[in-house]
């Protein structure tokens, strides 16, 4: 029972994936303009045009050439990008694991402290505490990452070297690692962490604003249900009514919420990426549509989707787990 | 739905109300009634990066100072607004029409019309939607009506989830199969009996729309991908002074407050909403 339910969503999954493909293909085909002129450099005659669209495949039957599109895409190969003529699966490969680290640490970085917030916060319902981290949240939810990343840049990188705080304090504000630094094994990875105290601190503050809002609702919700007054009421200590009556009840829904969280964490990461210039998936795209790289704009857009497809098979796949009720 | 008009006003609603009256009050007027053009560049160097409530030299008082090319930031910020509450407005109003109209006919019709709405709905969902926005606007010159069109078509499919649930279930309460058997037409039984009592979740998505509609035509101008220079929105004006954070805050600062309280006021107007609901629902 529950091995069919996994089959049907795996095959309902690579339907969507299938779907989303031929989207991509669609609206490629759909835009104005002639892929091999992008290509070509200017004052090229219309003989090496048609040689251009030959060498493409563009002077095929659209079918053929849908075709031909997705079984190459199907097998990884995602065209090739017109700025540095390298595969955009290569192109994708390097700004990927960049994407997934951020995006990754502070998914859930924002739920262990929007998690711990949101109790908090149900557990001081109406003090000035619970008034303030609301207020905090719902400003947080409101504010645009871009504006909040210039923020911290201008306080921790330009206001704190003015103000001469020691270099410790001083965060840096753009890339991944020190430029020209040579650095290798621990120091590496202390400048590398260094880096990302920023850009990973404002992505999960902002996603811990809307999981504290949501947990804070779910668990006052909880404490007023008739399960937990039986549970009290049977004599379970604070701990165990906490532990396996409330949380137990908070896992799914958190679980959905992870899955539902996700294209915001995307789209919070394009504006973190460029903000900080950091080479992952979300500058990439920015700067692939800037320069009217297609195939690339695609092939992220593609992989953003099997990203949101995986995200919601593993928790459709977790959701027995979480909540036994829905076990067949 | 008859004590929506008379009710008392809490403080979340003052506030959302009280900012966005001041805020459609002053994006009409302020760039009408003001004798400076927010778009003309005159005397940069006399002018340029003066810091809020100061006065240039010609006498002319500037409330938030001005941008780098002397340009008064309020003004240019009431007109930048025009076109935000113009963009979240209307694209969520549109893909809120949209997304009401093909649940309301997917949930009544049920069917392939059903399926064909829903499955439209989840390929749409499956791609984060700044992703398909940077698409469209990708593949079509950016602007003011790209920016619409890609709202719209990128915003409806919550909306027509929540409103087919909605329709699905007023459907088998009896007042339905009553008014059909009184003589009304499938259409008169959907548009006066169902989809009102279907409608309250989509108008309160439809309102905490609109500060996301906001946010994502000022994030996709921010990237230089949204309204183009010298127009101003208040994602480009934000962009403008992402290299004078230091010599003039203000340039950003301004534009970024303005944003931040004008989603919030939707938010908490949608909010109050939702809640304005539920407690209805519950009398």
Known sequence: MRFSDLARALGRAVLLLWCVLSLTFALLRLAPGDPAT????????????????????????????????????????????????????????????????????????????????????????????????????????????????????????????????????????????????????????????RHSILPVTLLAAIGAGGVARYVRTGALDAVGADWMRTARAKGASDWRVFRHHLLANLRAPMLTLFALALPGTVAGSVFVETIFAWPGMGRLMVTSIVGRDYPVVMGCAAAFALLVILANLTAEALLPWADPRTRG | MKRLGAHRLDGREWF????????????????????????????????????????????????????????????????????????????????????????????????????????????????????????????????????????????????????????????????????????????RVLLRHVLPNAVGPALVATTLGVGNAILLESGLSFLGLGIQPPAPSWGNMIAGGRDLLVVAPWVSLAPGLALVITVLATTLLGDALRDRLAGERVN
Do not use: N
Not at chain 1, 57 to 63: E, F, K, V, Y
Not at chain 1, 121 to 141: C, E, F, N, P, W
Not at chain 2, 35 to 49: G, Q, Y
């Open chain 2, 16 to 187: 959302a109300h009280g900012v966005l009256i001041a805020l459609v009050l002053g994006v009409i007027f302020v760039p009408l009634l003001s004798s400076r053009d927010p778009l003309r560049i005159d005397d940069v160097l006399a002018k340029r990066l003066l810091p809020p409530l100061a006065r240039d030299s010609s006498g002319g008082w500037h409330l938030l100072g001005t941008d780098r090319f002397g340009r008064d930031l309020f003004v240019r910020m009431m007109l930048a607004g025009r076109l935000s509450l113009l963009v979240g407005v209307v694209g969520s109003l549109v893909a809120g029409a949209m997304g009401t109209a093909l649940g309301a006919l997917a949930g009544w019709r049920e069917g392939w019309i059903d399926r064909a709405v829903t499955s439209a709905a989840d390929v749409l969902l499956a791609l984060p939607r700044l992703v398909l926005l940077l698409v469209g606007v990708a593949l079509w010159q950016p602007g003011l009506s790209t920016i619409l069109v890609v709202l719209v078509l990128t915003g409806w499919m919550g909306i027509a989830r929540l409103v087919r649930t909605e329709v699905m279930a007023v459907r088998r309460r009896p007042f339905v199969p009553a008014a059909t058997a009184l003589g009304a037409t499938s259409t």
């Open chain 1, 38 to 193: 992008f290509l070509l450099p200017p004052g090229a005659s219309a003989s090496d045009g048609a040689r251009m669209r030959m060498e493409l495949g563009l002077d095929r039957p659209m079918a053929v050439q849908y075709a031909q599109w997705l079984r190459a895409s199907l097998g990884g190969h995602l065209g090739v990008s017109f700025v540095d003529r390298r595969p955009v699966q290569a192109v994708i490969a390097d700004a990927l694991p960049v994407s997934l680290a951020l995006g990754g640490a502070s998914l859930v970085l924002s739920f262990v402290v929007g998690i711990a917030i949101g109790l908090f916060q149900a557990s001081r319902k109406g003090t000035r505490a619970d008034v303030m981290l609301t207020i905090a949240s719902v400003l947080l939810v409101a504010s645009p990452a871009y504006w909040l990343g210039l923020g911290a840049i201008a306080c921790f990188t330009y206001l704190a070297s003015s103000w001469s705080l020691p270099l410790m304090m001083r965060l840096p504000a753009i890339g991944m690692t020190t430029p020209g630094a040579a650095l290798s094994g621990w120091p590496h990875l202390a400048d590398l962490l």
